[in-house]
């Protein structure tokens, strides 16, 4: 991107000056995400906890006072509450209509139905993309393994070739299209447009779930082969509690359209926010956190540091959201703090370079998958597999995605 020296000029003319010297202010930096990647990964603390502290770490060690740093963190906690957390919430809540209503079911069922056995692949890729649009990654993995082992009993393709596309489409959504917490944050913090990410956000997902999905899967099925359990298997004697609603209109009706009344919508709808609870404060500690790094000058820092460098803004965005998504296994975590790191790099960017910095720091929050990684365990659970058949399939999609990402993410940065 040719752009970066004007958006550092421009950048350092609206974030606060540094300060501390630079390499108390860099010390305070590593301090703050060391302590965020011990909390998270040795100590086991929750990720909310573990961004408080990282956020105090870094003031304490930058010589910001107390209350200015109490100041920093608050106001970074409730605008990211206020501009996040309501989008988060009201999302939640259509994917549980959808799910609950049968309409997700619907959906699965006439995209499967209609395809044939050579492109369900793609078919598996298609669903879990629009069932991994609205849902979060381990709700979306939940409601569609019964679908994945129903389709891959049926088929015979075998269960890693028809769930790795799948699992690609879901992957893909909940690291580069809103209204995932993930590219939400990142929207707010470096203050890029919602639409134009989303826009961009889906061209930059269909060419990386198609070459992680359905391209990878066929060589992951030859390379591990696995028995598909009994898990989920269908009861004849279990009716449907409701009326699906059909497939043309399950995005527009969802629990009117399944027969549901106005109190099983209602607790429907509030059953879907406990379960996001710890989102929403994670997302918003993230927030503070954000803040405190802008305050005390870490931003201005690293932007003069990469313009010195020459250092293409897109790939370090996607280097720093990776290394933190490696250390602490968490792709929010990742997003949350390469976003905070990024902020004094996009001020002077155009609307679509700064969706770009969006969806690569998307493309780095999913890179390698592993041991330290919640989503790594409950993959490897439901596919019954070892720790090294997981590696060899989840682990390396995640990677293949990742880097795909970035490919795209680059080629679109060269026409935008």
């Known amino acids: 991107m040719t752009t970066l020296q004007t958006a550092v000029l421009a950048a350092d003319a609206e974030l606060p000056e540094p300060i501390a010297p630079g390499w108390q202010l860099i010390v305070a930096a590593l301090a703050g995400i060391a302590v965020i990647v011990v909390a998270i990964t ?92 609205p849902m979060f990654f381990e709700i979306g993995l939940v409601l569609l393994m019964p679908v994945i082992y129903l389709v891959a009993r049926r088929s015979g393709l075998g269960l890693i070739t028809i769930g790795i596309p799948a699992l690609a489409g879901l992957s893909a959504m909940h690291g580069f299209v809103p209204p995932h917490p993930g590219p939400l944050v990142a929207i707010d913090a470096l203050g890029a447009d919602l639409g134009t990410t989303l826009a961009l956000g889906v061209l930059v997902a269909v060419p990386t779930i198609i070459v992680a999905g359905p391209l990878f899967g066929t060589f992951a099925g030859r390379w591990v082969t696995v028995p598909i359990p009994d898990t989920f298997a269908a009861d004849p004697a279990d009716g449907p509690t409701t009326r699906r609603p059909s497939f043309a209109i399950t995005m527009f009706t969802l629990g009117r359209g399944s027969g549901m009344n106005r109190d099983t919508i ?32 870490i931003g201005t820092l690293l932007a003069d540091w990469a313009t010195d460098v020459n250092i293409s803004v897109l790939l370090l965005a996607w280097t720093l959201a990776a290394l933190i998504r490696l250390a602490t296994g968490s792709a929010t975590v990742a997003t949350i703090t390469a976003s905070s790191l990024m902020l004094g790099l996009v001020d002077g960017l155009s609307s679509g370079e700064t ?28 596919f019954g597999m070892s720790v090294g058949q997981t590696f060899k399939t989840w682990s390396m999609m995640e990677t293949v995605l990742s880097v795909t990402g970035l490919i795209v993410v680059l080629l679109l940065g060269l026409v935008i």
């Not at 049968?102 to 598996?124: F, N, Q």
């Not at 770009?356 to 439901?382: C, M, Q, R, T």
């Open 42 to 133: 040795i100590a086991k603390v929750h990720p909310f906890l573990a961004l408080i502290g990282g956020a105090a770490t870094v003031g304490i060690v930058a010589g910001e006072s107390i209350p200015t740093l109490l100041e920093s963190f608050t106001d970074g906690f409730g605008s990211t509450a206020a501009g996040v957390g309501i989008l988060i919430a009201l999302g939640a809540m259509f994917a549980k209509l959808l799910a609950d209503s049968g309409g997700a079911d619907e959906i699965v069922d006439t995209i499967v139905g209609h395809a044939s056995p050579r492109m369900l692949p793609w078919a598996m890729a298609l669903v879990g993309a629009i069932i991994g649009l």
């Open 355 to 382: 969706s770009l910095v969006v969806l690569a720091i998307g493309a780095g929050s999913v890179f390698l998958s592993h041991v330290n990684d919640a989503g790594f365990w409950l993959v490897k659970e439901y």
């Open 266 to 297: 209602s607790k429907c709808t509030g059953a879907a926010l406990p379960a996001i609870a710890g989102i929403l404060l994670i997302v918003a500690a993230g927030g503070g956190f954000k803040q405190v790094l802008v305050d005390t000058g």
